[in-house]
């Protein structure tokens, strides 16, 4: 069965670093997701990219986030100056177009750590 | 967008059918109910979906009463590998993100 892989699953950056998230979608879906989950706190949606372009965006993906599909395969998340408070599990997600479904496809994560 | 209740916690032993009931009474026309699992340190995974009336797959079975304002995950014969953080979502329109709730912590135990 087709899956969503991230890679690292986990980094170490410190403070005020730039991280980059690598995310590879299901070949076939359209829709691309990032969320993050804080330790012991829920999931929270972060940025939804359509059509090489953000379709909506939560108010924790500030000027410090980007996001970018670079190719055909990638879709990638960019934190330019990393904070303490940006330590959490970061997950990408994906969906087709061509279904009336709200199953979103989650990648394993990555898990981010910020000195 | 609709805001959903449920419980924190529930527990349950193996073998037993488990019913989770998710309020969610501001839930508009065009809104579907979605339930997702996370197991700790992986992202979280899809369940099952409904409009009205039952749904079944070969997980769980989903029960909404004719004013949607309610519905009900049933997992039956649970076992241990069923521990995990259950999720009750509405989400409307194509391409939606989803917002998660606190979701209900299942613990099945032998």
């Known amino acids: 069965e087709p899956e969503v892989t991230q890679t690292p699953s986990h980094q170490v950056t410190q403070m005020g670093q730039e991280v980059i998230l690598r995310c590879v979608p299901i070949?076939?879906?359209?829709?691309f997701y990032w969320y993050r989950q804080i330790l012991g706190q829920k999931v929270e949606f972060l940025v939804s990219?359509?059509?090489?372009?953000?379709?909506?965006k939560s108010e924790i993906f500030d000027d410090q986030f980007s996001v970018e599909r670079p190719d055909g395969s990638n879709f990638t998340l960019k934190i330019r100056s990393t904070k303490l408070e940006d330590s959490a599990m970061y997950f990408c997600?994906?969906?087709?177009?061509?279904?009336?479904?709200?199953?979103?496809?989650f990648g394993p994560g990555t898990r981010l750590t910020v000195t | 967008l609709a805001k959903t209740t449920q419980p924190i916690s529930m527990d349950s032993y193996e073998g037993q059918e488990v019913n989770i009931t998710c309020s969610h009474n501001?839930?508009?026309?065009?809104?579907?109910i979605t339930w997702y699992q996370q197991f700790p340190s992986q992202g979280p995974r899809f369940i099952i979906q409904?409009?009205?009336t039952k749904v079944t797959n070969e997980v769980a079975s989903l029960f909404i009463p004719a004013d949607r304002k309610s519905s009900t995950l049933s997992l039956p014969r649970v076992s241990l590998s069923d521990t995990a953080v259950y999720y009750c979502?509405?989400?409307?329109?194509?391409?939606?993100?989803?917002?998660f709730g606190k979701g209900t912590t299942l613990s099945v135990s032998s």
């Open positions: 997600a994906s969906r087709p177009r061509d279904r009336i479904t709200y199953e979103q496809y």
């Open positions: 070949s076939n879906h359209l829709y």
């Open positions: 990219f359509y059509n090489n372009e953000i379709s909506e």
């Open positions: 501001n839930i508009a026309t065009n809104d579907y």
């Open positions: 409904g409009y009205k």
């Open positions: 979502l509405v989400a409307g329109g194509a391409g939606t993100a989803l917002i």
